[in-house]
């Protein structure tokens, strides 16, 4: 598998995070990155750093957002905001560097994704 830095993607996440109410996501803690030749069907990942290696190696909590070549790139720009919008979902407010699950009892990311573009849309 193929790994680079995507820029398009970085510039893509940090214009959501401008507009949209993301006050505990630290951009500059968001690594940004393209993958060629993987199995998978999702559009993009995000992986998290475990507060066991943050605490080992001394390091800040931080993401990696990862998409699939192969499937975001054919992907309208709408679409990659709202794929990219479901993605900063994972995050916690307390930027911890682990993840959120994609329900509990209280909210559902597929629905927040939805809301969440369409108020995106109309302050642009």
């Known amino acids: 598998m193929e790994?680079?830095?995507a820029k398009d993607v970085r510039k893509l996440i940090k214009a959501l995070i401008s507009v949209l109410?993301?006050?505990?996501?630290?951009?500059s803690r968001i690594f940004?990155?393209?993958t060629n030749g993987s199995k998978s069907r999702s559009?993009?990942?995000i992986w998290s750093f475990?507060?066991?290696?943050?605490?080992v190696l001394n390091i800040k909590p931080a993401y990696v957002i990862e998409v699939l070549s192969s499937h975001f790139d054919?992907?309208?720009?709408?679409?990659?905001k709202k794929v990219l919008i479901h993605e900063l979902l994972h995050i916690p407010k307390n930027f911890?560097?682990?993840?959120?699950?994609?329900?509990?009892?209280?909210?559902?990311?597929?629905?927040?994704?939805?809301?969440?573009f369409e108020e995106y849309k109309s302050k642009i």
């Not at 475990?50 to 605490?55: D, H, L, M, N, Y």
């Not at 054919?74 to 990659?80: G, N, P, V």
């Open 3 to 5: 790994w680079m830095e």
């Open 21 to 27: 109410d993301f006050p505990h996501v630290n951009c």
């Open 32 to 34: 940004c990155y393209r």
């Open 43 to 45: 559009y993009a990942r």
């Open 50 to 55: 475990p507060k066991i290696f943050q605490t």
């Open 74 to 80: 054919k992907l309208s720009d709408d679409e990659k």
């Open 96 to 116: 911890s560097g682990a993840l959120l699950p994609h329900r509990n009892r209280s909210r559902h990311i597929g629905s927040l994704v939805n809301k969440l």
